[in-house]
């Protein structure tokens, strides 16, 4: 019951309500505007006063105008829709739902009057809009209380329809606390929250068909529908803290959720997505994750929710198939620092909201984002946002809490890219990595001459025919790809971001060139091979899986045959030619190399957490030129996983530069660490990564002949 409301006396009650079943529309008006004042034991005798109001005409369109011979009804039905969702409402807060068979029975017909409810209030303003919109909330609570109802298929794409139209309208014209709760906004964005949620659930009803109603009622405008959503979000550091407001904005970041979710991880970016990103969707989330992960603000009711459905928002973006775009992006919000925040205030006895086996930032952590470190930016932005952690001393917080498994994960791999990346930096100095962003033709090769993109100034194009293509390309996807390398260009690794089109071949290379022994003694245990030709292409394919992975490398024979070069594996056909030849330029060594072609099947992400040799019928290795062998094998780095061919035998595996430079930034580590300790107080000067910069560094002077300076000790492990 309503506050400073004052219950009729069941004398008064029965008296009104015995007058409207006798027909007095006075008394029926009375009991509608005194809804609030019904007593509880009365309530379902005077809502079943309001039903027969609702009856439809034969030919009623909710969208026409109203006939006259309708007016009279209409008066009732407003009369109706007040006190239904006034009466109905306390009936179910209190979880008396003895109306609900007759309240779903007259739903249809009351659906469309609401419509028409609606459409008659909608450019109305001031109270009297506020009124009404938040009469129809109510009306959506009463019916969101009956378990299934938006699933029903008898009348759900309608119900929805309506609830759409509402929210669009109503949300966007919220503003004090007073406008959350009685214009509606809070209540409608709660309402979509069950519909999108009862949805997901439903065995006959999916997201995809809730949000194409919800997108065509915005009239297929993706980013009015992401505003909308928005709106109870985008000043993280001001927003309200009373129960309405943090509902309300835990019921929002629901509805984004809901809206951004893939039906397949993978599947490319939809309309929403895009739209929901140049609205800052990974900005507001990643600002909202600090806000209530940090005191005072984690002490609050709802804290916990509102923050961990910032990670449900943040996995949806990142599960999708062009998602590496994205992922410096969110590192560079301190996305590492709030999650360490997080466990810290709502994790940190073990037991929390977070599931400890199937989370968004357990995904997040240990597959997602190691997915993304056969990328130049992705480990960039991770090396710097781990820098973070380490000088905050954040990264126990992490390390020793119940993700600690999943970030193990991605900090093995991330100092192996970290340790291929700086050596590979080194190269950029002197060597001239400059390639067209679609093709990946040299510049200097056939005599064309790369110029960068106007927009972001990183990307390099052959020729406006490659620009164009890859503007709109499904694989490059520029269009998207433009703005976030915009960002990174802005940075001290511009130089470094405009040259890393070549990062795939190396790390293909090194992979190749660590695991050549244990391949090759594979091949001599294997009659089939003995008289492989040599003739071919490689493959190494980056799975999206943190377990044991089924096949990593692959071999393609290359044949001339018809009007070009095929390739084929002893397991299938020829492979289109369109779709391979398209890899095969995105990967292939520079021509100046002479370089064997390299083909990476997944070519934009997948973590490598082993590689796994798949034999083939008639195919031998060639190397890259680039990629000779150095030391012998020796010693083992427990950093690194073996990899392991299909029937899980390890391969013998070369100890190079990047297990020496790793290990010996380890060893400095520890005993930096172990000193710190002992020094409290002691800040950290050179974090892990540092280190493995300074000693590719030095690696690279003595290799090229240059003194190390007086006092500085330098020790080599081949």
């Given amino acids: 019951m309503s506050e400073n409301v004052p219950p009729w006396s069941s004398k008064i009650t029965k008296k009104h309500i015995t007058a409207a079943r006798s027909g007095s529309e006075e008394d029926l008006e009375i009991i509608a505007r005194h809804a609030d004042a019904i007593p509880h034991q009365h309530a379902l ?83 009297t809009y506020k009124s009404a919109m938040g009469t129809l909330s109510l009306l959506f609570v009463v019916f969101g209380a009956i378990e299934g109802s938006y699933t029903n298929a008898a009348f759900r794409d309608e119900t929805l329809t309506l609830l759409a139209k509402i929210w669009l309208k109503v949300v966007p014209n919220t503003g004090s606390e007073e406008d959350n709760y009685e214009g509606g906004g809070f209540e409608i964005t709660h309402q979509m929250r069950l519909a999108l949620s009862d949805v997901a659930l439903s065995p006959s009803w999916f997201l995809p068909s809730a949000r194409e109603i919800i997108l065509r009622e915005a009239e297929n405008q993706a980013s009015a529908v992401a505003k909308v959503a928005l709106t109870a979000l985008r000043n993280a550091p001001t927003l309200r803290t009373d129960i309405v407001s943090q509902k309300f904005a835990y019921h929002s970041l629901f509805v984004v959720f809901a809206l951004l979710h893939l039906d397949k991880p993978g599947d490319g970016l939809s309309v929403f997505h895009k739209a929901f990103i140049d609205q800052r969707v990974l900005r507001i989330s990643t600002r909202i994750l600090s806000h209530f992960s940090t005191s005072p603000n984690n002490a609050f009711e709802y804290s916990a929710m509102i923050a961990g459905s910032c990670f449900d928002i943040i996995n949806a973006v990142l599960e999708s198939k062009t998602a590496f775009i994205l992922a410096p992006r969110i590192l560079n919000y301190n996305f590492l620092d709030g999650s360490a925040d997080y466990i810290s205030s709502f994790c940190s006895s073990g037991k929390g909201p977070l599931d400890p086996n199937n989370s968004s930032l357990h995904n997040i952590i240990g597959r997602l984002y190691p997915s993304f470190f056969v990328h130049y930016p992705v480990i960039s932005s991770a090396i710097h946002a781990t820098n973070s952690l380490i000088r905050s001393k954040k990264m126990n917080k992490l390390s020793s809490s119940i993700v600690g498994t999943k970030w193990k994960i991605f900090m093995d791999l991330l100092l192996e890219r970290a340790t291929v990346k700086a050596h590979y930096d080194l190269t950029l100095r002197t060597k001239n990595h400059l390639v067209c962003h679609n093709c990946g033709s040299a510049s200097g090769s056939s005599g064309k001459k790369v110029s960068a993109c106007s927009g972001c100034k990183v990307a390099l194009y052959c020729s406006s025919e490659c620009q164009k293509e890859a503007w709109s390309s499904e694989l490059v996807n520029h269009r998207l790809e433009c703005n976030t390398l915009k960002e990174l260009s802005l940075g001290s690794d511009k130089y470094f971001n405009l040259h890393s089109t070549q990062f795939w071949p190396n790390l293909v290379a090194y992979d190749m060139r660590r695991h050549l022994p244990g391949i090759r003694k594979l091949q001599a245990e294997n009659p089939d091979f003995q008289n492989a030709g040599a003739d071919l292409a490689y493959a190494i394919t980056y799975t999206r899986n943190d377990k044991e992975p089924e096949k990593e490398i692959s071999l393609f024979l290359r044949s001339n045959a018809g009007d070009g070069t095929k390739f084929r594996s002893a397991e299938s056909a020829e492979i289109s030619s369109a779709k391979f030849e398209h890899a095969i330029k995105k990967a292939e060594m520079l021509d100046s190399r002479n370089g064997q072609m390299v083909h990476v099947t997944l070519l934009r992400g997948g973590p490598r957490t082993d590689c796994v040799f798949m034999n083939l019928l008639k195919a031998d290795f060639i190397l890259p030129t680039n990629a000779v062998i150095g030391s012998p094998v020796g010693k083992s780095n427990v950093r690194r996983r073996k990899a392991r061919d299909e029937q899980g035998r390890e391969f013998e595996t070369l100890w190079d530069i990047i297990d020496d430079t790793m290990h010996r930034a380890l060893k400095e580590d520890e005993a930096a660490h172990r000193d710190i300790s002992s020094s409290l107080g002691k800040e950290i000067q050179e974090t892990i990564f540092d280190r493995i910069v300074r000693l590719a560094k030095e690696r690279d002077d003595i290799e090229r002949g240059i003194t190390p300076l007086v006092g500085m000790v330098v020790s080599v492990s081949l």
């Fill in 45 to 127: 005798e005077a809502m079943e006063l309001f039903y027969p109001s609702f009856n439809v005409p034969r030919g009623f369109n909710p969208s026409a105008p109203l006939p006259g011979s309708l007016h009279s009804r209409y008066k009732q039905v407003k009369h109706g829709i007040r006190a239904l969702g006034r009466i109905g409402s306390r009936m179910a807060s209190r979880g008396d739902l003895s109306f609900k068979t007759t309240f779903l029975s007259s739903w249809p017909n009351m659906l469309k009057w609401a419509h028409f409810y609606f459409l008659d209030f909608r450019f109305t303003s001031g109270p």
